[in-house]
């Protein structure tokens, strides 16, 4: 079992920066791809990016595409996600997810395990 810990969401202005940080327990965290994912009211949950267990892969939804930036750090069993140039469109819970699979999949069928999500807010 694992388990996710999200933390670093809040409110923040556009074109401010959030980095949101995923801590997990285990030790097979380095066996896991990570992805974060986002909801919002009245729309349905939504990939943002994921990273290979290596760190060597990593894709992005076209819509954060160049502003968030997906990394982790296998030594503290920690996945961040660095997002930049906010919009009020990003405003949703970001949860953060880990798949047994190793790869980097976008679909949240794919995915484990999931934290219980941090909310991001960005006023206009």
């Known amino acids: 079992q694992v388990q996710l810990v999200e933390s670093g969401g809040g409110l923040v202005q556009a074109g401010g920066s959030l980095r949101l940080s995923c801590a997990t327990s285990g030790r097979t965290f380095s066996t896991y791809a990570m992805g974060w994912f986002r909801h919002s009211p009245g729309k349905e949950r939504e990939f943002v990016a994921t990273i290979s267990r290596s760190g060597g892969s990593t894709y992005y939804a076209d819509s954060v595409k160049g502003r968030f930036t997906i990394s982790r750090v296998n030594a503290k069993n920690t996945v961040y996600l660095q997002m930049n140039s906010l919009k009020p469109e990003d405003t949703a819970v970001y949860y953060c997810?880990?798949?047994?699979?190793?790869?980097?999949?976008?679909?949240?069928?794919?995915?484990?395990?999931w934290g219980q999500g941090t909310q991001v807010t960005v006023s206009s």
């Open positions: 997810a880990a798949a047994r699979s190793g790869w980097a999949p976008r679909g949240p069928q794919d995915y484990d395990y």
